[in-house]
């Protein structure tokens, strides 16, 4: 399927996405790079995917990656204009931002990105590409792959003058003659941005990777490796990174799959009779394989010494149970019948209540940002929604936390004494601080959106450790007189990396002798009004 030009706009004002597909993502250094340039994306409740692969070496193509990526996450979630539109002001701008960038630092000069997005709505993806990352569809019929590289031997490839074999063992493979950073360009700039629209069937697969996968496998292995984990998105991911290293992992090795609610079922429907036999005779295997391991079973019944040591080496498959929680149900009592090891999983919906993290216990929204947490109508402007108060080792991702008129919120996150993962949230509406890190506490926070508070977006408080990485924060401090956006105490010691930073001058937070505060200014980005 060719391009779309730019001069082909689809008509919609207000894009609706589905969700009823699965998805996975996973990225891994490769065997033979200590630095990982590639970065992506996965929004299952926006239906936004997208790999994105650095460029320049010595960590700069990271850099790039990350500016990229947070440009892009900032237009595609801002949802005006048709979709095709924001995918290409989303690429114009993460383009001229990574040049600008690139500029700034000797270090930066010449680093670029090449990428590939994905939109998916309404039974259509909606792919911008750049570069020699690759998008692949996947259909009963077999695997077609929809971008086409810019580069010398991607085009060969594509005209059919080399294999796919040939250039896969290339020398100039990695080669490109386009990409996101290196010259400014403009949204109509025809000869930039290709954009694809194609159909995602309820019974398709969508693959996104970067060449660190096409480069070490080819794209049989990807379809088989589809056909065979078909209905578990992470066991694709999985194998198929794992393929790579065991091919050489000689690059970055990205992998961002998507598929259809129907695609298992299409596949198991289409599995030939010869395949069916084969699963009949493991069926057999497996049969006596379990019969034997009965037998070892009650060996091991005799000798308690041998059963311990087997506990001691599947403590996860033992002790690991979920929690589902429905819109009717109160997350707090799930909380409280979890114990360590547990997921407390939620449905989408609203929820009044106010949240105590625990040890060892994972909260998460099942579709990501779709789970609502607001405060009790007898709540005070003054109160947290959710707190981590002397816990260890707990997640808490995928929800988002809202205060306005009719629903106080003081404090979005409060984080006391505490070591846990707090990922893909998102905060607004909070009058004192979306979220507050005191205490002996070690928290991270990952890929959030801190957005229209009143209060401050952040305070690390002063003996407090934080790590706080790629996440977007903008128009907070609404209702202070000096638009206070973070709040670093001495004695902090904050990690900041990869985060956008909108309204918030490179000087607020700390005082020019704060030790982690070259790195602040280094490794964030603060865009321009």
């Avoid at 360009?185 to 290709?194: E, K, M, N, Q, V």
């Avoid at 309820?202 to 379809?223: E, N, Q, Y």
Wanted: proline share 5%.
């Amino acid at each position: 399927m060719g391009p779309v030009q730019n001069a082909a706009r689809v008509v919609r004002d207000s894009p609706r996405v589905s969700r009823d597909f699965r998805a996975a993502a996973g990225s891994d250094p490769g065997s033979h790079r200590e630095v990982n340039e590639d970065r992506l994306h996965c929004d299952l409740s926006r239906g936004i995917f997208a790999v994105i692969d650095g460029v320049g070496g010595q960590a700069a193509g990271g850099r790039a990656a990350d500016i990229a990526l947070m440009s892009i996450r900032t237009r595609l979630e801002r949802e005006t204009g048709t979709v095709i539109d924001r995918v290409t002001e989303a690429i114009t701008i993460a383009n001229n931002e990574v040049l600008r960038a690139g500029v700034s630092r000797p270090e930066w000069r010449g680093m670029a990105c090449v990428l590939t997005i994905v939109v998916v709505e309404d039974g259509r993806a909606i792919v911008g590409h750049v570069g020699d990352t690759r998008l692949y569809k996947v259909t009963r019929g077999g695997i077609a792959k929809i971008t086409r590289d810019h580069s010398p031997v991607g085009e060969r490839e594509d005209a059919r003058q080399l294999s796919e074999l040939e250039a896969m063992r290339h020398p100039r493979r990695n080669e490109v003659y386009r990409d996101v950073g290196s010259e400014v360009h403009d949204p109509s700039d025809l000869d930039f941005i290709d954009i694809y629209e194609t159909p995602f069937e309820p019974d398709a697969a969508l693959l996104l990777c970067s060449d660190g996968l096409t480069d070490a496998i080819a794209s049989t292995k990807i379809r088989e490796t589809v056909a065979e984990f078909a209905g578990r998105p992470d066991r694709v991911v999985d194998t198929l990174i794992d393929a790579a290293n065991a091919a050489g992992g000689k690059d970055n090795i990205t992998v961002v799959y998507v598929e259809g609610e129907r695609f298992a079922e299409a596949r198991s429907s289409t599995v030939p009779a010869k395949r069916r036999r084969r699963a009949r005779l493991g069926l057999v295997s497996a049969l006596t394989v379990a019969v034997a391991l009965v037998a070892a079973f009650a060996a091991l019944r005799l000798r308690p010494d041998w059963r311990a040591s087997l506990t001691r080496r599947l403590p996860g498959v033992l002790a690991e149970r979920s929690i589902l929680v429905r819109a009717t149900e109160s997350i707090a009592e799930a909380l409280q019948r979890a114990g360590p090891g547990s997921t407390v999983i939620v449905e989408p919906g609203e929820y009044h209540e106010r949240l105590l993290l625990r040890t060892g216990v994972r909260l998460i929204s099942r579709v990501p940002r779709a789970a609502i947490i607001r405060l009790p109508g007898d709540a005070s402007e003054a109160d947290p929604a959710v707190v981590a108060n002397g816990i260890q080792d707990a997640e808490f991702a995928g929800f988002r936390i809202l205060g306005d008129a009719a629903s106080a919120l003081g404090t979005g996150v409060l984080v006391r004494n505490s070591d846990l993962s707090i990922v893909d949230i998102e905060v607004s509406g909070a009058t004192s601080i979306a979220i507050d890190v005191g205490g002996v506490s070690r928290p991270s926070v990952v890929a959030s959106d801190i957005r229209d508070n009143p209060g401050a977006a952040l305070a690390i408080r002063s003996g407090a450790e934080a790590r706080i990485v790629h996440n977007v924060f903008m128009r907070n401090g609404l209702s202070t007189s000096v638009g206070e956006t973070l709040v670093i105490e001495a004695g902090a010691r904050p990690l900041l990396s990869g985060n956008v930073f909108h309204g918030a001058g490179r000087n607020a937070p700390g005082s020019t002798g704060d030790p982690w505060r070259p790195a602040f200014l280094r490794d964030n980005w603060f865009p321009r009004p």
